[in-house]
Nanobody
Framework: QVQLVESGGGLVQAGASLRLSCAAS????????LGWFRQAPGNEREFVAG?????LLTKYGDSVKGRFAISRDNVVFLQMNNLKPEDTAVYYC??????????????????WGQGTQVTVSS
């Protein structure tokens, strides 16, 4: 079992930055894809960003391109810049093993964190 724990969320003003972190424990994530999703009240869970284990392949949702950046070290990060009120959501870290491309649908991911709240005020 892979356990994922998100952190770094909070309340910020529009234009500010946050960096989310996702720490993994348990089974090795070698060969995996790590992704970030978000879900606002009344909305479907939305793909935000993903990264392969090598870090050479990334993918971003259209709504965050140019503002957010995903990276990996010992944990996976989501650097969120120029935040907008519409970015307000619960952000989830997700993982899937044995993948060589980055899926964008929630059903493609097997492991999920509990989520961290990001609130952006105008």
């Amino acid at each position: 079992q892979v356990q994922l724990v998100e952190s770094g969320g909070g309340l910020v003003q529009a234009g500010a930055s946050l960096r989310l972190s996702c720490a993994a424990s348990g089974r090795t994530l070698g060969g995996s894809v790590l992704g970030w999703f978000r879900q606002a009240p009344g909305n479907e869970r939305e793909f935000v960003a993903g990264i392969t284990y090598s870090g050479l392949l990334t993918k971003y949702g259209d709504s965050v391109k140019g503002r957010f950046a995903i990276s990996r070290d010992n944990v996976v990060f989501l650097q969120m810049n120029n935040l907008k009120p519409e970015d307000t959501a619960v952000y989830y870290c997700a993982a899937v093993l044995s993948r060589y491309s980055i899926p964008t649908t929630p059903s493609s991911y097997d492991y999920w964190g509990q989520g961290t709240q990001v609130t952006v005020s105008s």
